[in-house]
């Protein structure tokens, strides 16, 4: 069971994988959760140190912490499984995070505001409203026909420029409102043109790395 955990933590933090020193907000353990599940499921490591140094974890406090979390604030709350490690006289708390089939889980934020969180590598961010967009419409089983007009043909060829785009910068460079770039934005990324990604400017986006792939009837 040792070689088990440090085989985790040898692959280093990543969007699966989270180390944690110690639970001591729970509420700020939920947006992990949230992330977790919105994104592709994964595992937090309790009781690791960022640099994957063995701390351990000192009490069952940390187990009743998680649990909160995950039944009182997530909404709707998350089902985790929890398994203790017991690895040189310390103990490792494993808690496996499941994707959701509810998405999006939300969590709230420093504010008190309920959010919902996703996971990009080793760090959680929040969801902007096309994301959220995004997450609403692909529960949904119906199809998208989406027309190429002038609006839509800026944004391609801006992003095929190599150039990628902020909500904000979207409707600057192509004078809409931010209603309809979200939604012009949401369709993108459904068809499988765009992604998105956090980065310093916030929300991003850019074209898919499957763009090539993608038929387009008149672009």
Not at 32 to 39: G, H, P, R, V
Not at 108 to 113: A, T, V, W, Y
Request: glycine letters at 8%; charged letters at 25%.
């Amino acid at each position: 069971m040792g070689r088990y955990i440090h085989n985790l933590i040898s692959g280093g933090e990543g969007l699966q994988l989270d180390f944690k020193y110690c639970i001591s907000d729970p509420q700020k353990i939920a947006r992990t959760l949230s992330a977790f599940s919105n994104t592709a499921g994964g595992k937090l490591l309790i009781g690791v140190r960022d640099n994957g140094s063995l701390a351990g974890v000192r009490s069952d406090e940390e187990l009743y912490m998680i649990d909160a979390a995950a039944r009182l604030h997530c909404d709707p709350e998350v089902t985790i499984r929890t398994r203790n490690h017991t690895i040189n006289g310390k103990n490792i708390l494993e808690v496996e995070v499941p994707k959701s089939k509810i998405i999006p889980v939300k969590a709230k934020d420093e504010h008190g505001r309920w959010k919902a969180y996703f996971r990009q590598k080793d760090q959680n961010f929040m969801a902007d409203r096309v994301i959220l967009q995004v997450w609403r419409r692909s529960a949904k089983a119906s199809g998208l026909l989406l027309r190429f007009e002038e609006t839509e043909n800026l944004l391609l060829n801006h992003l095929r420029n190599g150039s990628p785009v902020t909500v904000a910068e979207f409707r600057a460079l192509a004078g809409i409102s931010g209603r309809v770039a979200e939604k012009i934005l949401s369709d993108f990324i459904l068809c499988g043109l765009i992604e998105y990604e956090a980065s310093e400017r916030g929300i991003c986006y850019r074209l898919s790395n499957d763009f090539g792939t993608v038929p387009l009837l008149n672009p």
